[in-house]
């Protein structure tokens, strides 16, 4: 292991491709996908990584069809809950990133529960986005700055009431 690889990003993708090859339903690569962004979680943990950040569902996700939007989010709700036991068991800390004002209240739930029953873990960070843009990042951390007195020191000079 090279010692200087402590933080891996992984992209779903391919889930549909993975399925159509094998002529079954786009909900199936879905599912496969998870199952192997999990083994990846469980091996990068395993090699000694510090974190991995796993870009589950993007903000332009939500475009596709209501189905498939539905079906991806009971594999995330089943993901931060049932599927959680190996993660949790090999001292994997999950971190949910991105908006929660537009998930549902079980995918809320499942994500807080997840982030409480994992948060002592100490081996790897495995930080998940979900409804994640950057471009919404970006946008956000520039609009909270707008609103700050930053001066050319980068100290923030904002009078605080
Ligand atoms: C890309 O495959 C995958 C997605 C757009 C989303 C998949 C997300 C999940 C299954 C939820 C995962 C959640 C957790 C918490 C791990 P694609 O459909 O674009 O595949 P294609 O490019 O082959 O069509």
Known sequence: MNEAL?????????NGRWAKQRDQPRTSGHRAGVDAAREVALHANALGLRAMTLYAFSSDNWRRPPLEVNG????????FDNDLEPLDRAGIR??????????RRTTLRAIERCEERTRDNDRMLLRVA??????DAIVLAAI?????NIDRDGFDRTLKA
Request: charged share 30%; no cysteine.
């Open 94 to 103: 999950l971190n949910i990133v991105g908006r929660r004002d537009r998930l």
């Open 72 to 79: 991806i989010f009971g594999l995330v709700d089943q993901f």
């Open 130 to 135: 979900v409804d994640y843009s950057a471009r």
């Open 144 to 148: 909270e700055l707008a609103g700050r």
């Open 6 to 14: 402590r933080h891996i990003g992984m992209i779903m993708d391919g």
